[in-house]
């Protein structure tokens, strides 16, 4: 059971390295979503906040670890 366990943590790990950059960027699909099915905004609007949600919670990210990095 525990060799299962640790297999499944790997394949996960494989993929969701950093939990904090994967659910962000859940969210900022999640809010691009919502904006363009449900408010009908222009899509250059919605390409605006991925593009911009994206590239704010990649730069969040990379200062979290800097912060992690200078603690240790």
Do not use: H, N, Y
């Not at 993929?15 to 900022?28: C, G, Q, S, T």
């Not at 449900?38 to 949600?53: D, F, M, T």
């Amino acid at each position: 059971m525990s060799i299962l366990t640790l297999i499944l943590r790997e394949l996960v790990g494989m993929f969701i390295d950093d939990e904090f950059l994967a659910i962000a960027i859940l969210a900022v699909v999640a809010v691009a979503a919502v904006i363009s099915i449900w408010l009908a905004a222009p899509q250059i609007l919605v390409g605006g906040v991925l593009l911009i949600g994206c590239v704010a919670v990649v730069m969040a990210s990379a200062l979290r670890a800097s912060r992690k990095d200078r603690k240790i």
